[in-house]
């Protein structure tokens, strides 16, 4: 069973300028989490989709990122424009969705992103 | 709201000595917890997770965890510690906000076992 894919794996931009990830799930779950995870801190939600709906944004900082799962499938997340204190490390989750869901995340290597 | 908190940043044990990483929860009901680990460069991999049933559970690569209610604390542990379990653990909770159910997860505890 393939995991979760995400790309690039490593990213490098100056400040204020955009950047996207794209996050591929496991096939067949229906949620979808985008984390970041800032050096020496653990993981926070950005974002939680079920299918193709957004089930919890509550900490995207929604002035300069958005994410989107368009077809309940694969998903990106954009930042635009970016700010130094972006840099972390994006991870993204999956999870099956109904009562195959017992809470357990399936994670990707998750992308680096520093900021310039 | 559900949390959880690591009160160590790190924990440092000698190979075959037994390791213990710290984690107490904050809940309403019935907690869902689970340990993560994260090697460097990697994301996080499952290692177990308690829902109902007996206090100690068991999970990947020789860890298990105790879930004691009175005192509120899931911590891992194993016997013998192994120079490669060197890692970030994270302990988490599946909180519940507008009625959805939420993964979150604490600050994270660097595990360093010494040869």
């Known amino acids: 069973e393939a995991g979760v894919a995400q790309s690039p794996r490593y990213k490098i931009i100056e400040k204020r300028q955009s950047v996207a990830f794209w996050c591929n799930p496991i096939?067949?779950?229906?949620?979808l989490y985008w984390y970041q995870q800032i050096l020496g801190q653990g993981p926070k939600l950005l974002i939680q989709?079920?299918?193709?709906?957004?089930?919890?944004d509550s900490q995207l900082p929604k002035d300069r990122f958005s994410a989107e799962r368009l077809k309940g499938v694969d998903s990106t997340l954009k930042i635009q424009p970016a700010k130094l204190e972006d840099s972390a490390v994006y991870l993204c989750?999956?999870?099956?969705?109904?009562?195959?869901?017992?809470?357990?995340?399936?994670f990707g290597e998750g992308s680096r992103l520093t900021v310039l | 709201a559900q949390s959880v908190a690591q009160p160590e940043d790190q924990v440092n044990v000698a190979e075959g000595n037994p390791l213990t990483v710290k984690c107490t929860y904050s809940?309403?009901?019935?907690?869902?917890l689970f340990w993560y680990v994260q090697y460097p460069n990697r994301g996080l991999q499952f290692l177990l997770k308690?829902?109902?049933?007996?206090?100690l559970v068991k999970g990947s690569y020789g860890f298990e965890a105790e879930f004691n209610k009175s005192q509120t604390s899931f911590h891992l542990k194993k016997p013998s510690a192994l120079v490669s379990d060197s890692a970030l653990y994270f302990c988490?909770?599946?909180?519940?906000?507008?009625?959805?159910?939420?993964?979150?997860f604490g600050r994270g505890t660097s595990l360093i076992v010494h040869p």
């Open positions: 989750a999956s999870s099956p969705g109904g009562t195959a869901n017992t809470g357990e995340l399936f």
């Open positions: 096939s067949g779950h229906a949620t």
């Open positions: 989709f079920q299918n193709n709906g957004v089930v919890d």
């Open positions: 809940v309403s009901g019935n907690p869902y």
């Open positions: 308690y829902i109902t049933g007996d206090n």
């Open positions: 988490a909770v599946r909180d519940i906000r507008g009625g959805s159910y939420i993964p979150t």
